[in-house]
């Protein structure tokens, strides 16, 4: 091989290398990966987005002070007429069924001198503050389990609220309310992150239609009956031949035409009523009396429980010679 081949084909090979470079380098060029700045790999998150059906916070209760910077005494008063058949609220007026309630706020617990009080009462100790009175209100067999006082309590926090107001104006020095506490200051609000909306929360099984009152009184107790009807006894007989008292007697009232006891004040709303007292109509009167006849002059707000209703009912089918036979529940179609 002479000189002449011997150079062409050295520069043939030095070609191919560098063409081999060249290539290797473009290459890199177009496809060069992406370097994080950090090395490694991100890892998903454990936290996923809201749940659709996720069910919002319940609101909070309203704190007592707030339910008393609002309370109205007016309709405290008139809440409060029911005790007035066993509490006196004037001053020097003295116990009656149950201890007078002028001055109560701040007065020690179960101290009224000469007043025999129930055993759980007693243990309680300390003050009548507007806190505990509000929960003595609200259920008092709840504060104290043997306590003689056949009210259920008052279920409505404002309402509590509005019988305190009225309280704190039974005395000669007015206790004043707690002060509500304080708002925190609000947080900033962050920008809200961009999510997909969320699928509607499926809508809540409907609730259990009412029972009837046939089906109440078939499993009604006539005992728990006579413990609930005990409030009545305040205003009402319940023996044969005693007559009325501050209401009309309650013997025999099942099938007795309404507003027929003679010689009885019975307001106009309530003999425009008519008919006789059936256990659907006392059932009506039990649960909301003022609903039945608003003038009324029976100050007992109701019994909401259907079955205690129906369980005082059963009680006072007792309260006859010849008791009325519960309605039959209608045959299933």
Known sequence: MNSADTNRTGLAVLGSILFAMLLVAFSNLVFAPERPAVPGYALPSSAGPPTAGAAAAAPKETPLPELLAKADVKKGEQDAKVCTTCHNFEKGA????????WGVVRRPIASFPGFDYSDSIKKIGGDWTYE????????????????????????DPQKDADILAYLQTL???????????????????????????????????????????PA????????????????????????????????????????????????FAYSDSLKQ?????????????????????????????????????????????????????FPKEASAK
């Open 94 to 101: 003295g116990a009656k069924i149950g201890p007078p309630l």
């Open 273 to 325: 009523v008519g008919g006789d007292w059936t256990y659907e109509k006392l059932d009506h009167w039990i649960h909301d009396p003022k609903a039945m006849a608003s003038g009324t002059k029976m100050i007992f707000p109701g019994e909401k429980n259907p079955q205690k209703d129906a369980d005082i009912l059963a009680y006072l089918q007792t309260l006859s010679d010849k008791p009325v036979p």
């Open 216 to 263: 109440l009184l078939a499993k009604a107790d006539p005992k728990k009956g006579e413990q609930d009807a005990k409030i009545c006894g305040a205003c009402h007989n319940f023996e044969k031949g005693q007559g009325p008292k501050i209401g009309p007697d309650l013997w025999g009232v099942v099938g007795r035409p309404v507003a027929s006891v003679p010689g």
């Open 171 to 213: 005395a000669d020095k007015p206790v004043p309310f707690p002060k509500p506490s304080p708002s925190p200051a609000p947080a900033a609000a962050a920008a809200p992150a961009a999510v997909a909306p969320a699928a509607a929360a499926p809508a809540p099984a409907a609730g259990p239609a009412e029972e009837p009152l």
């Open 132 to 155: 505990k009175l509000d929960h003595w209100i609200a259920d008092p067999k709840a504060m104290a389990s043997d306590t003689k006082m056949t009210f259920p309590g008052e279920k």
